[in-house]
């Protein structure tokens, strides 16, 4: 049983994907309740929030990273530093979901771990009329990543808290799981395996997760 005085865990997100696919609008929203209409897609941005995740208190620092070409040259550095990965798209563009395959596998390569928390999120799903990515070929991708896919939309508000909230909890198992590894003493490589284990054995029993609500 965990202490009811845990104290908070701070956890680092990275949101990618291609530029315009609405990323900082994803991350205002949910960070400030805001819609943003219009934005610099050369800004990174950094934020920090509180939030509570199945009665357990998380500090999170998202980074919102900026447009393709200042991103490259940092690009390395944001993927080795980061715990969980938001992977964005618009529904409305068949490229940008085109780009995510490149993104996991530089994450996979930087962090050697095919264990890494991601979320896919196709956004802009208030605009259906103008949808250019059927839903059963993202969610096939999902399923071959072993990932969550949500459809969210940063204007309406449509599975904005979700997506973040599933990463926190992806983030926070792993977390746990390698804190127990520590404490049992056993060795890095042992606790990869062990997460790797653990990891399989949910996708199996539960699937993957596509979320349209």
């Not at 202490?3 to 991350?27: D, M, Q, Y």
């Not at 950094?46 to 998202?62: K, M």
Request: hydrophobic fraction near 35%; proline fraction near 2%.
């Amino acid at each position: 049983m965990r202490s009811r005085f845990e104290p908070c865990r701070e956890l680092h997100i990275v949101v990618l994907g291609a530029g315009g696919v609405g990323k900082s609008c994803l991350t205002a929203q949910f960070v400030h309740n805001e819609w943003i209409e219009s934005y610099d897609p050369t800004i990174e941005d950094t934020y920090r929030t509180q939030i509570n995740v199945d009665n357990r208190q998380v500090v999170l620092e998202i980074l919102d990273t900026a447009g393709t070409e200042q991103f490259v040259a940092m690009r390395d550095l944001y993927m080795k530093t980061g715990q969980g990965f938001l992977l964005v798209f618009s529904i409305t563009s068949g490229s940008s979901l085109g780009e995510l395959a490149q993104l996991r596998d530089e994450i996979i390569r930087i962090k050697d771990d095919e264990n890494v928390p991601i979320v896919i999120v196709g956004n802009k799903a208030d605009l259906e009329d103008q949808r250019a990515v059927p839903r059963a070929r993202a969610f096939s991708i999902s399923q071959q990543w072993g990932a969550p896919y949500y459809e969210a939309s940063a204007r309406t508000r449509r599975n904005v808290n979700e997506v973040f909230i599933d990463l926190c909890r992806q983030m926070l198992r792993k977390d746990d799981i390698s804190d127990d590894v520590n404490d049992d003493g056993h060795d890095k490589n042992d606790g990869v395996y062990r997460i790797g284990r653990k990891k399989r054995r949910r996708r199996k029993d539960g699937g993957t997760r596509c979320v349209l609500l």
